[in-house]
């Protein structure tokens, strides 16, 4: 079979994944005269597409993620950059050879000099009963894409961090109560988010507590939660759940073919440099103290010039 665009002429750099990491290294790589193809699963934006205020990025006020994706987008694209939707299989091949991605059955694989991993994360779950069953029906991951639909409604919001208390407050636009529920004693969010979620008259705080069990009939009306100190049970009353825990990384793709630390994100330091010559890691995939848009931003960044000083070395 005679080989098509994408084999025979491979790309400079494939970059799997068109968030914030995967964007800004497109927009790198075209800048220095490289050829770039970006695939991505969904919508280019990643997580970021789904906030509904973006407040820390240096030098942009106060902006919704949409907004903010989109213009990453069409800068990527003015420096050349291809955007592919698909999802990328696996990898084989290295730097002598050249990467293969394979984009599954009856599509084209994608051959490429360099490729650079920011494929992001995924929510992770509760693992509890009625979870899986009632998601859709009042169990979320995204409060900015679900929460017009519980007006003057009861919810929780499950966890701590940064990201349960931006959406709680988010949320507190459109329901009756928000009540956060967290395992500890104490948030771990920043001292900011904090204070507003205090002041807010709508936030209640329930310390110390896990949710064992979800309850409901065509939606959810209930919760069953545990108190980790006492382990005394209550069921809760309400209407809606929605889960902020953490993220595991999306790095099923590569089977083993990088390094991964304990949590299963991709071994790699600042330099964005995995245990693959010619593979890099960018954004919320890879090792690093924080995930956070503008570190995402400066991983692309360097994975691109990574790439670009690699590239240069092996073909002079």
């Known amino acids: 079979m005679a080989m098509t665009d994408k084999t025979a002429n491979p790309v400079d750099v494939a970059v799997i994944g068109g968030g914030p990491a995967g964007l800004t290294a497109a927009l790198y790589a075209g ?7 970006v695939i991505e699963g969904m919508g280019t934006g990643g997580q970021m597409f789904t906030t509904a205020v973006v407040e820390n990025y240096p030098g942009l006020g106060v902006v919704d993620g949409p907004t903010i994706s989109q213009k990453m987008e069409a800068q990527a694209r003015e420096w050349g950059a291809e955007i592919e939707f698909g999802q990328v299989q696996g990898i084989s091949g290295s730097l002598e050879t050249g990467f293969t991605l394979d984009m599954g059955e009856g599509n084209e694989p994608i051959l490429a000099r360099t490729v650079i991993v920011a494929s992001g994360s995924t929510p992770r779950k509760l693992g509890v009963p009625g979870e899986e069953e009632f998601q859709g029906r009042g169990v979320s991951y995204c409060a900015t894409c679900d929460g017009a639909f519980f007006r003057d409604k009861r919810l929780i919001v499950v966890g701590g961090g940064d990201s349960a208390v931006e959406e709680g407050l988010f949320l507190t636009r459109f329901a009756k109560s928000v009540t956060i529920v967290h395992r500890r004693d104490e948030l771990r969010a920043s001292p900011v988010l904090q204070q507003r979620a205090r002041d807010n008259e709508k936030m209640q705080f329930i310390w ?3 949710v064992e069990a979800i309850q409901g009939n065509k939606t959810v009306n209930g919760v069953v939660l545990r108190n980790v100190k006492t382990n005394e049970i209550t069921n809760l009353d309400i209407d809606g759940v929605f889960v902020y825990i953490g993220q595991n990384p999306n790095v099923s793709f590569l089977n083993g073919l990088v ?5 299963g994100f991709i071994q790699a330091g600042e330099d964005c440099v995995t245990s693959v ?3 890099f890691a960018a954004g919320d995939v890879r090792t690093k ?3 956070q848009i503008v570190t995402a ?4 960044a360097v994975a691109a010039m990574q790439a670009e000083q690699l590239l240069a070395v092996s073909k002079g």
Do not use: W
């Open 289 to 291: 103290p924080l995930r």
């Open 259 to 263: 390094e991964l630390d304990g949590m």
């Open 297 to 300: 931003v400066a991983d692309g």
């Open 31 to 37: 800048r220095a005269l490289l050829s770039v193809r």
């Open 277 to 279: 010559p010619g593979i």
């Open 208 to 210: 110390n507590s896990v």
